[in-house]
């Protein structure tokens, strides 16, 4: 049998020896493009909180008041405007305020407002924190840029355990540890140097290190600084790591013991004149002291607990050591209810004021003249 042989003007292609190679080109560049994107997309993403740290510094820089727009996660649940991605930010005046992180060094606080509301920034090492008071219309919230998180991250303060916070706030009895009243201490700052500043020590203990310290205090700074008399300054320090101190056993058993045991630690450590009355000491922790104690101070006295329970529990201990009092807090209405920071009994229903009544202002203020 015969085979014919077909010629053809056109050589034979391998399909083998050609598409191989373009499939393999294909795949290549399709990975290329996707290693392309991805690497955008994250350059973008980092940028958005570096961008708002290196904006802010900048602004700053060249003088107070400013304003710049701030990067935001969209469809952010604080915000009623949720689809929109940058925040308003003003910044008008600088605290004079000194707060030291033990491990991060001495931090910058601002003033200013954010899409309108009230706001205090703290600026320190490689993070920009901002709290925003957006109520009694909204929850407050806390926005933290931090160089080493590709996003912003935006914290809505609200209580934790609503049944189980400033209800269950206590005072000790007057058979603990005895503490001077605001007449004493009054008389001894009339017999003595006076030094004129007034200094907060924060004891972080070890099992609060996660804890978002700055939605529990640097807003309640700001309430302190506007009350500070003329010529008198303020520093808050804040202490990590000390054996004794951020390691004691609070949990469990009578808490006025555990905080007259916390208190011997402390004055051991820190030394203090029996009539100094401007250093207070907190041992700020991430649960309550025992099944319905979140936290403990002395009235008008420099030593208390504060657990992190609620983004007002700090605030209310010091507003005791400060001579604030449950009964001169206040609910405040507009456009909603709120509560003043000394309500010895929190509802539901009610927001957090983040303020202290007019009544414990006055107190507080007299109390540092």
Not at 7 to 17: A, F, L, N
Not at 87 to 112: C, E, Q
Not at 192 to 201: A, G, H, V
Not at 225 to 250: C, N, Q, S
């Amino acid at each position: 049998m015969h085979h014919l042989a077909v010629s053809s003007p056109y050589p034979m292609r391998s399909t083998c020896s050609v598409d191989a190679p373009r499939s393999r080109f294909a795949a290549a560049r399709a990975t290329w493009l996707r290693v392309c994107l991805l690497l955008c997309l994250l350059t973008a993403a980092g940028s958005s909180v570096a961008s708002t740290i290196m904006h802010f510094d900048a602004a700053v820089a060249r003088g107070l008041p400013t304003g710049l727009r701030g990067d935001l996660p969209p469809q952010d649940a604080a915000r009623a405007d949720a689809m929109r991605a940058a925040a308003i930010i003003h910044v008008d005046t600088r605290m004079p305020v000194k707060l030291v992180y033990s491990n991060d060094g001495a931090a910058a606080l601002y003033r200013g407002k954010v899409d309108g509301y009230p706001a205090i920034f703290t600026r320190y090492a490689d993070r920009l924190d901002i709290f925003v008071n957006a109520a009694p219309h909204a929850n407050a919230y806390n926005i933290s840029y931090t160089a080493q998180q590709p996003n912003p991250e935006i914290r809505v303060l609200t209580p934790q355990d609503t049944s189980e916070n400033i209800d269950h706030i206590v005072l000790t009895p007057s058979e603990g540890p005895r503490e001077s009243t605001t007449v004493e201490r009054r008389k001894a700052k009339a017999e003595s140097r006076d030094t004129r500043e007034l200094i907060f020590s924060i004891f972080i203990h070890d099992d609060a290190k996660n804890v978002a310290l700055n939605d529990h205090l640097s807003w309640w700074i700001g309430l302190i600084e506007a009350l500070l008399p003329v010529g008198r300054t303020m520093t808050v320090d804040i202490h990590k790591d000390l054996p004794g101190i951020t390691d004691f056993a609070y949990a469990g058993g009578d808490a006025n013991e555990k905080l007259r045991q916390w208190t011997a630690r402390v004055r051991t450590q820190f030394p203090q004149d029996p009539f100094d009355f401007d250093n207070k000491f907190l041992l700020f922790t991430a649960n309550r002291m025992n099944s319905s104690t979140a936290g403990l101070a002395h009235q008008g006295g420099n030593y208390g607990f504060a657990s992190s329970r609620s983004h007002q529990i700090l605030a209310h201990e010091f507003g005791h050591m400060l001579s604030a009092t449950h009964e001169n807090a206040e609910v405040r209405y507009n456009g909603w209810w709120c509560e003043t920071i000394m309500f010895a009994t929190a509802l539901d229903l009610r927001s957090n004021c983040y303020d202290y009544a007019d009544a414990n202002k006055k107190l507080i203020r007299s109390y540092l003249e």
